[in-house]
């Protein structure tokens, strides 16, 4: 409530007669709200005795009435005077004058939104607030979050609010569905239960019905099933009789969820976002109100589904986002009273007061961080997913729980007059404004249609309404305002979760059909508010993510005021600015920035004018578009004219960017010269950007050495538009505000701006030592100082609140700043802000600043005034004087004293003991403090490495710890940075990073290095990580790849405290991709293809680390060991073994076995074979026999083989203990562990060496591209088919590498089980639990089966994938084109099959996001789409060249006619008959979700038919290949086999330790053909000859050997190969043959235990080895 709409403050004139009692708002004592008065400024607090107020009458009511004012005296307080009267000329002019109906009516019944309130607020406690919570005190939220909840206690019903207490403990040991099946029914009628009970029961009811419906989709068998698995469901009545919703949910909830709905308003039973979260909370103390009572430090979440953190912390996040609004509904009220009334001055203050609550609520949304150090505020993404699939809508008809049922969207929508609706989430909001309570829609529906506040801003003319409501319009809907903010956070949750399995928010924003769903969120985002933003900016040209930074934020005109000294130092280098703002709707609150336009020196445009010769067109008018012509339109908008004014020459100097010289600048000026000027041929040969220098030094030197003519042509005079597309607009500059008011409208504003100074280009200078002062601070604090002090200048200015440097929310909590030079800006308004609000009794100040002289010290007088009153401490390190001074905390006051020139970090390590308590948090016993960092980039440097010693000198032991303390601060965001960017050139002349270089730095092993590439540039972000704002997932989920795409949609780029950043972890540059020469089209798509395929095996390696860590554990009873402070115990749930780890652990690997891998193994593998085997085929002509490596028949035998079935049955025996099996559970849970643990290690191992084969496979493109001189090519005059086919050549043996180590994956996973008595507690009773599991299922006897058919092919027990009749596995082109006739037909197939039709009905459309994603990721999915889509165009585009080389038959290759040629050959060649080993298997059940082990699956390619021809591997010499060819595959071949890097320009470390390598490698394992050609052994029978090596002598190459040690040996060639970048450097150094011993865990386990040796390799050492010997479990007691 404002003091205006205060029952007692309205009294007085609209100001408290208590809060503002004295000159200072200090010695006001402020109560709930801000209430200085009720209950509190009093001694007695009677203020009946106050007022005058009879006993026993309400009190607000008694003073509403007193204050009641007659019509006429509200709508005739001004009548026109005599003169006015004169004036009028008609009788309708005469008439318009009296007020007009409607507003009587209005004023006679109250402002329609009032109305609505006070209707509430007198039936809503009556009637348990069936309508909806809504009151002027609370808003939306209820004023009582017990009453409901205690209510339900005292009822029949509190068998549901019991259930629910315990349901995360029923959901933990896998009993939700039979403890909700076991409730007696209860009746939700008004006898049983009472209406004021009904909030509580519907949160209840909703949520057991979802929990239901959960558990019975998400049971065990969305993943990978077997026939054994069997669902069980309570034998118990449902209640299919009582709709849709409630159809197979049992009649004990089913019934009185149906009635209590309906006693509601609901129509259709559903669950809404704010019954879990703003409905289902407790508050911990109801007197703390202070922003608002519901904050996530002061609420608990009531009821939970799965009592995760990611449950708990979201949704207490999305109460708080809620709940932030608590005081907006009556601020809406209270405007709609003024605009009535026509009281401009009323209407300000609470426009005012809107803007401000509008303002904090961006900061709700950072209760919710992915940081795994941020403790209750941390929410892990996968198990988000979780909960985000249990808030499904339980039928198809019900509305989705979305955040647009939140008050703040549809009532700031509606307040703010939003015209459109047509973006998928308008409609959405359209449809749930549908479904929303009464009291809201009547309350939306009063400030929709009536007294409209935006109309009547626009009417007024006042430009500060405007203003205002400009930052209103910004708050909400702005690209750094709420909108803006809730669109990033969604980003990066759902970037990470689309990765894992998750495809879409609630809402289903993100599901359309789009190649990465969290960027159709992104766009589904921006076209809403573009929506939003239409009336009041136009019809938007540009995403909003693309204005941030820009001129675009920069929405009001003002001009500077003075310039005066904030220091001693004569020079001023550091001036104190202050602009005018009077009348422009500005406010400001501490930690602010402003953007502001800097104006181009007259200087700097007088030097383009001579050179141009411009000197008689300066003020005339230049056609624009692009960006000038939205500058234009910005211009007419913030100058609020209704006609445009053109552009001008003087316009477009001054506000272009003239300097420094970008290269983009350099390279317009040397195309308009057509390259004949030298001057501007040496700035493009600068070796750093960019260049220290203007456009005017550029053009003047430029304009002696250009020919004339040319000159004249490229600047002609005659049409200027040139000008606009030469010079760009220049961005805006940001300082931090260093003032504070507490004025209603701020008339000035403060900037501390230091003069920025650098030395010009030595091209421009021509030796002599010139410095200049950078455009925007030379601008604004000019040298020498200018005794002007004043300007008429327009310049254009915006404000900016950064959600991370903003103060606590509590006065009390101590404060530390450490700032360097003018970084002391921002300090002052926060200490200026604390003195006016808490006075000398809030908070401890402490402040520690660098500078360098006593002369630059600002603000001296000032500091020493707050430390002789005791409010501040004062730190001051002057770095090249030694007059310092001291803080005496005796005498308060700063004392001269010598002390020798020193730095920042220094000064922090001499106060170490005060700054150690203020970073421990309050959980460590520290004060918890906030701590600021001001500065450029080298001073936060010294910040950190100050606190990091003080940290480590009076804290902890060990720099870990050190870490941990800091990171965790930061993770609270009780940590915060303003780093400005200092202009610094980047080198252009370092040695590139390749993009393989790049893929392996992820960062997820312990101790690894995490890169990240931006636009060209390579950074290592690894000691960033923990200090992001966003948390360290976002990060995480990006790392080893180019996330340029993401950076921008974040807004990153024109971010300049990003930027400067950067600087700081700058690696180097990304190696370009290859300049093909005209046609090399072929190579050069190839290269895309192939980095899109790294991208993908990087991003999936990166992606699985989100839960591998989880999943592992450092034991089954403690926590991760990768990050202590963060992750906590998955596998235990109060002691007991919980089903929510296996329900993890079944989903991680259903995602990954499922489908066989399909982000790596399906389409986008097989589209690669397709058009690399076209290409060798190609070039050996129509009459070569080539034989290819079988990829896909590889890969195809590898999913279906007896391991791959094993697999699959173990996953599905997973699953089984999800529902039903919590009593095998407890028989086999460290064995389960131990199997996950090992399952993620081998999914992870080979991930790894999948990303080292495939970034070969990248280098050699850069490498084939320098492969040939100019003699080569001289003498090879068909060089470019060459290249082709011997990188084509090349491609596909790393692509048969792949497919094989898919085989040896499945191999050694298929040793694992979960059943493993010797780990367990109570072995026997293990052992009798499995036999009674076969005895229920009826496996006993196939058992039994299996292990006599074992006996009996002892040494055979695993049917490797690689047939032992032919181990080459070599086919030709034509079995190649038959596999991708098949895939095409049975994708398309299946298509028609398993992809529903798109819903009709938005209702419809939500449902979708209940079904299970367990097969692939959407990422996968989409990307295997694009790939057949592509394989398709491929057949059809090459259908003449693909007959020509095949034996195809003569006929057109439509999609169509694929498809149908390819079922009729699955039909006529049967399946792939498996072995009987297999078929045992197949008896046991093995059923895939989705799919009928009946029907045709996609057909095993044959074993090499071909064999009759030669066997040897794409030979060059009878394929009729090249020699230059066969020459230049032989050095791609040689230098894989020496593990030398492909790109040693770069000089890498890891090139010349691999060289090392190969110099120690045994002479007898370096054969020929072993050198260029390294080979892998056949799992389980012959190992597979190198090229050339066939027949007989492939059988004498190597003794046989069993399984196990061929497995061995493969596994040992596998790691023959230049090492990772990731490798510790004593591995690295280790000889071929040492590696080869060490290789990761070897597959010899003699049963199906744990017993595999471990592993030696670093690379390899997993922290989870050796199960059985003791590592992992303590033995039993």
């Known amino acids: 409530m404002s003091e205006q709409s205060c029952p007692v403050s309205g009294s007085v004139g609209g100001r408290c007669p208590v809060g503002h009692a004295g000159s200072s708002r200090s010695n006001s004592r402020m109560g709930p709200r801000g209430c200085a008065f009720s209950s509190y400024g009093s001694p007695a607090g009677d203020i009946h005795a106050a007022f005058d107020i009879p006993r026993g009458v309400v009190v607000e009511e008694w003073l509403r009435m007193r204050e009641r004012k007659a019509i006429n005296q509200l709508l005739y307080a001004n009548i026109p005077s005599v003169e006015e009267l004169g004036m009028v000329k008609t009788q309708a002019e005469l008439d318009a004058l009296n007020a007009r109906e409607q507003d009587l009516l209005a004023i006679a019944l109250g402002a329609p939104a009032r109305q609505v309130m006070l209707r509430a607020e007198e039936i809503g406690p009556k009637t348990g607030w069936l309508d909806g919570y809504l009151s002027a005190e609370h808003g939306f939220c209820p004023p009582d979050y017990e009453e409901a909840a205690g209510a339900l206690a005292k009822t029949p019903g509190r068998i549901w609010s019991d259930l629910m207490d315990r349901m995360p403990g029923c959901v933990a040991r896998g009993r939700a569905l039979e403890s909700i099946a076991a409730l007696n029914l209860v009746e939700g009628t008004k006898e049983v239960i009472p209406d004021q009970a009904l909030w509580a029961a519907i949160v209840a009811l909703g949520m057991l019905c979802s929990i239901y419906r959960y558990e019975c989709k998400n049971d065990g068998t969305e993943g ?49 976002f704010p019954d879990q979260s703003s409905y289902n909370i407790k508050v911990k103390d109801p007197t703390s109100n202070y922003p608002y009572v519901a904050r996530f430090d002061n609420i608990d979440l009531r009821w939970c589904a799965f009592g995760e953190k990611a449950e708990v912390a979201f949704l207490k996040g999305c109460a708080d986002t809620s709940a932030s609004f608590q005081h907006g509904p009556d601020a809406i009220a209270a405007c709609q009273e003024h605009v009535m009334t026509k009281n401009v001055e009323g209407l300000l203050r609470e426009m005012i007061r809107l803007k401000e609550i509008l303002e904090r609520m961006p900061n709700a949304f950072h209760s919710i961080n992915v940081n795994p150090n941020s403790g209750d505020n941390y929410v892990p993404v996968h198990q988000w997913v979780r909960w985000a699939k249990f808030s499904a809508p339980i039928s198809k008809r019900c509305p989705a729980s979305s955040g647009l049922q939140f008050p703040p969207y549809l009532v700031m929508d509606a307040f703010l007059g939003r015209k459109k609706y047509t973006s998928f989430l308008g409609k959405e909001g359209v449809h749930l404004r549908a479904w929303i309570p009464s009291n809201l829609r009547a309350f939306i529906a009063a400030i929709e249609y009536h007294y409209r506040i935006p109309e009547f801003v626009q009417q007024s003319g006042d430009p500060r309404l405007m203003g205002v409501l400009d930052g209103i319009v910004e708050a909400y809907t702005g690209e750094r305002g709420f909108m803006g903010t809730h669109r990033y956070k969604v980003f990066g949750i759902l970037e990470i979760a689309a990765k894992s399995g998750r495809t879409e928010t609630n809402g289903l924003s993100g599901a359309a059909d789009a190649g990465r769903p969290w960027e159709e969120t992104h766009k589904q985002f921006s076209d809403a508010m573009k929506e939003r933003l239409e009336p009041y900016r136009g019809n938007l040209k540009v995403e909003p993510h693309q204005m941030r930074g820009t001129f675009e934020e920069c929405r009001y005109a003002t001009r500077v005021l003075n310039r005066s000294h904030v220091d001693s130092d004569m020079t001023r280098s550091i001036g104190l600015v202050t602009l005018d703002i009077q009348d422009t709707g500005i406010t400001f609150m501490p930690g602010d920035r402003l953007a502001v336009m800097p104006l181009n020196s007259w200087e700097e445009c007088a030097k383009v004018v001579a050179a141009l010769g411009l000197e008689t067109s300066i003020d005339a008018t230049v056609e624009v578009s692009g960006t000038w012509s939205r500058f234009e339109q910005h211009l007419t908008a913030v100058r609020r004219t209704a006609t445009p004014k053109k552009l001008t020459v003087a316009d477009i100097l001054r506000r272009g960017h003239l300097a420094p010289v970008t290269k983009e600048l350099a390279l317009k000026v040397h195309s308009m010269l057509a390259a004949s000027s030298n001057t501007v041929l040496q700035v493009l040969a600068t070796e750093e950007w960019p260049v220290r220098g203007s456009l005017g030094d550029l053009l003047q030197d430029a304009l002696v050495d250009t020919p004339t003519h040319i000159w004249d042509k490229a600047f002609s005079l005659n049409n200027l538009s040139w000008l606009a597309d030469l010079i760009p607009v220049e961005v805006p500059r940001t300082y931090s505000i260093a003032s504070y008011t507490d004025e209603l409208l701020p008339s000035t504003v403060d900037l501390v701006i230091s003069r920025a100074e650098y030395k010009l280009c030595s091209t421009f200078s021509k030796g002599d030592d010139m410095t200049r002062a950078g455009v925007a601070s030379g601008f604004f604090n000019p040298n020498p100082p200018s005794d002007d002090m004043v300007s008429d200048d327009e310049i254009l200015v915006g404000v900016s609140r950064p959600l991370a440097f903003q103060l606590p929310l509590y006065n009390m909590t101590p404060c530390a700043y450490f700032a360097g030079g003018s970084g002391i800006a921002p300090f002052r308004s926060f200490w200026q802000y604390r003195l006016a609000t808490s006075g000398l009794s809030g908070g401890k100040n402490h402040l520690y600043l660098g500078v360098q002289s006593r002369e630059k010290f600002c603000f001296e007088d000032e ?28 005498s308060r006051d700063l004392v001269e004293k010598h002390i020798p020139p020193r730095y920042i970090d220094t000064l922090i390590v001499e106060q170490g003991a005060t700054i150690s308590d203020l970073v421990m948090s309050k959980k460590q016993g520290g004060l918890g403090g906030y701590l600021y960092v001001c500065g450029s980039v080298a001073v936060f440097d010294s910040v950190m490495n100050g606190i990091r010693k003080a940290v480590y000198t009076h804290c902890t032991a060990t720099m870990e710890n050190v870490d941990l303390i800091v990171n965790k601060a930061f993770a609270e965001r009780r940590f915060m940075l303003d780093v400005f960017m200092t202009p610094k050139p980047l080198p252009c002349n370092l040695p590139t990073i390749p993009l393989s270089q790049l893929a392996q730095h992820t960062g997820h092993r312990l101790g690894s290095r995490m890169w990240i590439g931006v636009h060209g540039s390579v950074y290592d972000v690894t000691d960033f990580c923990p200090m992001h704002p966003g948390g360290t997932q976002i990060i995480k989920s990006n790392a080893g790849v180019d996330c340029s795409k993401s950076f921008d949609n974040l807004a990153h780029t024109n971010n300049p405290e990003v930027a400067s ?8 540059h990304l190696t370009p991709k290859p300049d093909y020469q005209g046609g090399e089209e072929q190579i050069s798509a190839l290269y895309d293809l192939w980095a899109s395929y790294l991208r993908t095996t990087t991003e999936t390696l990166v992606t699985h680390q989100v839960e591998m860590h989880e999943i592992q554990g450092a034991s089954l009873s403690t926590d991760s060991a990768y990050n202590p402070g963060g992750i906590t115990n998955l596998w235990l749930r109060e002691n007991l073994p919980s089903t929510i780890a296996v329900r993890t652990f079944y989903s991680y690997q259903s995602r990954l076995l ?30 070569a026999h080539i034989q290819l490596p079988d990829v896909l028949g590889a890969v195809a035998r590898a999913n279906t083989g007896s391991d791959a079935v094993t697999c699959m049955n173990e996953v599905a025996l997973v699953g089984q203990f999800i529902h039903g099996g919590a009593d095998d559970l407890r028989f086999q849970e460290r064995g389960l562990f131990a199997y996950a643990a090992k399952s993620v290690e081998l999914d992870i191992e080979l991930l790894e060496d999948l990303r080292q084969e495939v970034g070969t496979g990248m280098d050699a493109f850069d490498s084939m591209a320098n492969a040939y001189g100019s003699a080569d090519r001289s003498q090879d005059p068909d060089l470019k088919a060459t290249r082709l086919a011997a990188l084509s050549t090349f491609l596909l043996q790393i692509l048969e590498r792949i497919s094989r180590r898919l085989g040896i994956f499945y191999a050694q996973l298929a040793q694992c089980s979960v059943y493993n008595p010797e780990l367990e507690r109570n072995p026997a009773r293990t052992r009798w639990a499995l036999v009674r599991r076969c005895i229920r299922d009826g ?13 009996l092919v002892a040494g055979q027990q695993s049917s490797y994938y690689m047939s032992r009749a032919n181990p080459n596995q070599n086919v030709d082109f034509d079995s190649v084109i038959s596999q991708v006739r098949a895939t095409l037909g049975s994708a398309h197939t299946e298509m028609h ?23 692939a990721s959407v990422v996968a999915t989409r990307d295997n789409a694009g790939a057949l889509k592509a394989m398709n165009n491929f057949v059809e585009k090459n259908s003449k060249a693909i007959r020509r080389l095949s034996r195809m038959p003569p006929m057109p290759l439509s999609f169509e006619e694929i498809q149908k040629a390819a079922l009729n050959g699955m039909g006529q060649a049967g399946l792939h008959t498996p072995p009987a080993e297999h078929e045992a298997m197949m008896a046991m059940g093995l059923g895939i979700k989705g799919q009928d082990i009946g029907r045709p699956r996609l057909p095993t390619p044959p074993s090499s038919r071909g064999s009759s021809r030669s066997p040897s591997r794409v030979r060059q010499s009878s394929t009729g290949m090249s020699a230059s060819a066969e020459m230049l595959l032989g050095k791609l071949n040689h230098s894989r086999t020496r593990g030398a890097s492909l790109h040693s320009r770069h000089g890498s470390v890891s090139a010349a330790q691999s060289q090392l ?17 390294p080979y892998y052994p056949v799992v389980g029978g012959m190992p597979t000859p190198p090229m050339g090596v066939t027949g007989r002598d492939a059988q004498t190459q190597l003794p046989k050997s069993n399984m196990h040690a061929a497995m061995s040996s493969m596994s040992g060639h596998l790691n023959t190969r230049r090492p990772r970048s990731d490798m510790p450097a004593h591995t690295m150094n280790l000889p071929v043959g040492r590696v080869r011993s060490t290789s990761r865990s070897s597959a010899s386990s003699v049963s199906r235990g744990h017993t595999s040796v471990p592993s030696t390799n670093s690379l390899r050492a997993f922290k989870l080895r050796g199960l059985v010997e003791g590592e992992r479990f303590a033995p039993a007691s």
């Open 1154 to 1183: 499922q489908g066989g891998f399909t982000a790596l193994f399906g389409a986008k593998l097989q589209e690669l074979v397709l058009k690399l085997s076209f290409s060798v085929a190609n070039a050996g002509g129509a009459g």
């Open 863 to 890: 500091l020493r005034e707050y430390v002789n009153a005791d409010f501040m401490e004062v730190h001051v390190a002057f770095s090249r004087d030694s007059r310092g001074l001291a803080y005496d905390p005796y």
């Open 1393 to 1415: 099959i398993a992809v529903p039709q798109q819903p009709i009905t938005l209702n419809a459309v939500h449902q979708a996001r209940g079904r299970s994603s367990g097969d």
């Open 1557 to 1573: 390598q190969f110099q120690h490698q045994p002479q007898h394992q370096m054969l020929p053909q072993q050198q260029h050609m």
């Open 224 to 272: 990978i099933t077997s026939a054994r698995t069997k669902k069980k469901r309570p034998n118990v009545p449902m209640g299919d009789d009582l709709g849709e919703e409630l159809v197979g949910i049992p009649l004990c909830i089913a019934l009185p969820y149906y009635q209590v709905s309906r006693r509601m308003g609901r129509t259709l039973p559903h669950l809404t």
């Open 1061 to 1068: 950043l950067l600087t700081k972890y700058f690696v180097g």
């Open 1339 to 1351: 496996s006993l006897f196939v058992m039994a089966h299996k292990a006599a058919t074992d006996v």
